[in-house]
């Protein structure tokens, strides 16, 4: 890789992530902004000629949106390819170097430089770079700086790498920890990252498994609330703790229900590891449809409880779907208006929401 030229394809992506959040934060702000202006301004001598501009505001705002979406839609795969590629080299993924590295005998399986080259070429061909020299950002992490002969061969035990032809050392950052669903390294979607870590949050949440500091004079006079009504343990469900917990003005607290109920002695559901890395996985494959299905006036993601009794009875977990708080019947039906796109795009089974 030629050392004066500092942009790689993570500067070149991240560059256009901060590009879109500035059109999200600032650009379509003034442009909703201009439009209710507009509408106040409205009487029926210039009717016409404001909703005029009005039209040409929504325009301009879903022309962002579009343009967001068809980025994402279009380079997802590259993207994801590429970085899914420089991370198993990171963490040590690739073949195992063993003696006959030092003596040049040819490995069974090659780092997957091949799949980085042609992500990136696919990246700059379908973003306008085709001027731009594919070696100028890609390079091979396995070759010494020092000499650029050798290659480096890794020593986890001392947390270093050693060239096999001038034997200089460098050190590196030795990370054990694979995770065992489809999570993208942070780099490929900012949205996506953050949305499967929320996701994993309400999965301990519904487990009363979540780190929560709930004061213990609440709790008790939760349960003076329950003995007040009378009501017994197995009759205390979900909604109607959450009716005691809006009397007592506890709203902030709602979702934290799972827990509540777990203090008062009622145990909450448990689901195994590989379930939950099962709804991770499904999780995580929702992404890219959800981009190419999302209305261009929607601003948030899918409901995540709506999104989790999905996928649950998808998988034919129906013990679970009780303890889901449902959505009303409205939001019900735009959810599962996206949903039934989504499950046609995976051939998923679609079962409408009562």
């Not at 229900?257 to 494959?285: A, H, R, S, Y």
């Not at 981009?291 to 948030?300: L, M």
């Not at 039934?340 to 679609?350: A, P, Q, R, V, Y």
Request: glycine residues 2%; proline residues 5%; aromatic residues 12%.
């Amino acid at each position: 890789m030629n050392p004066k030229i500092d942009t790689t394809l993570d500067i070149l992506y991240t560059n256009k992530l901060k590009y879109f959040h500035n059109k999200s934060a600032l650009i379509i702000p003034k442009l909703t902004k201009r439009i209710e202006e507009l509408k106040e301004t409205i009487t029926p001598q210039n009717e016409n000629d404001v909703n005029t501009k009005i039209e040409e505001c929504e325009n301009k705002i879903k022309a962002l949106m579009t343009e967001k979406n068809k980025y994402f839609l279009e380079n997802s795969k590259y993207l994801f390819e590429y970085f899914e590629s420089k991370q198993n080299i990171d963490k040590n993924n690739t073949p195992k170097k063993t003696i006959n590295s030092f003596f040049n005998f040819k490995e069974d399986k090659e780092v997957p430089y091949e799949t980085i080259h042609n992500c990136i070429q696919e990246y700059l061909k379908k973003n306008s770079f085709e001027s731009l020299s594919i070696n100028d950002y890609s390079y091979n992490k396995n070759i010494c700086e020092h000499c650029n002969v050798g290659e480096l061969i890794k020593v986890n035990h001392e947390g270093a790498v050693l060239c096999n032809s001038c034997f200089s050392t460098h050190n590196y950052l030795v990370d054990n920890e694979k995770p065992s669903y489809k999570e993208p390294p942070k780099e490929i979607s900012f949205y996506a990252y953050k949305r499967i870590n929320h996701f994993r949050e309400i999965l301990s949440q519904f487990q009363a498994k979540e780190s929560t500091d709930i004061p213990k004079e609440i709790i008790e006079r939760i349960k003076k609330q329950v003995k007040k009504e009378r009501v017994n343990l197995e009759e205390l469900t979900n909604k109607k703790t959450k009716e005691i917990l809006k009397k007592l003005g506890y709203n902030k607290y709602y979702e934290h229900i799972p827990f509540i109920k777990d203090k008062l002695g009622i145990k909450p559901p448990v689901m195994t590891p590989q379930l939950e890395d099962t709804l991770c996985n499904l999780f995580m494959d929702i992404q890219i449809p959800y981009s190419k299905f999302c209305p261009n006036d929607r601003v948030n993601f899918l409901n995540y409880y709506y999104t989790l009794y999905k996928l649950c009875e998808l998988l034919g977990e129906t013990s679970y779907l009780e303890f889901f708080p449902m959505l009303k019947d409205q939001k019900k039906v735009e959810q599962d208006e996206i949903w039934k796109k989504i499950c046609d795009e995976l051939n998923w089974d679609f079962t409408p929401t009562y």
